[in-house]
């Protein structure tokens, strides 16, 4: 068993990192076109899915917080697997696994088998993520289940 409160720590500090920061800065120079003369905005697709789990993140903190008042120790092995789940995805959203990849000029096809194996990553690691958040919900709805029918 771990304190709840610890679970609870953990999961907001995650959410701090986890956080896009440079929206607030308005730094809007990676997300608008740099071509002159074009008005476009293009929004990447790794700012949608880092804003996307910054929400699920903020959810998640507030359930603990409900689950820290009225349970104030949870399973250690729980905790466990849902940081496991969590923690690669928050990881490659502040260091991008492509950033990793040096492009050849001189072998297209390398390259691009390069991309598809590290995007079919990136892939896994959000779907672990969003499962860890599942299961989360999953034991959350089980414990509150328990303290009503023990009531």
Do not use: C
């Not at 476009?40 to 603990?64: D, E, G, R």
């Amino acid at each position: 068993m771990i304190k709840t409160k610890i679970s609870l720590t953990v999961f907001s500090f995650l959410t701090i990192i986890q956080f896009p920061f440079s929206i607030l800065f308005l730094n809007s120079d990676f997300v608008s076109s740099v071509i002159p003369g074009w008005n476009t905005t293009i929004v990447s697709p790794h700012l949608i899915a880092t804003i996307f789990k910054s929400i699920l993140m903020l959810i998640v903190i507030t359930f603990y917080w409900k689950l820290n008042k009225v349970v104030k120790e949870i399973d250690l092995k729980f905790f466990i697997l849902h940081l496991i789940l969590t923690i690669p995805s928050i990881i490659n959203s502040k260091i991008p696994l492509h950033s990793l990849i040096e492009f050849d000029n001189d072998n297209f096809e390398k390259a691009i088998k390069e991309y598809e194996f590290v995007d079919s990553i990136v892939i896994t690691l959000n779907i672990l993520f969003v499962i860890g958040q599942i299961i989360f919900g999953v034991y959350y709805t089980k414990k509150m289940r328990q303290l009503k029918v023990g009531e």
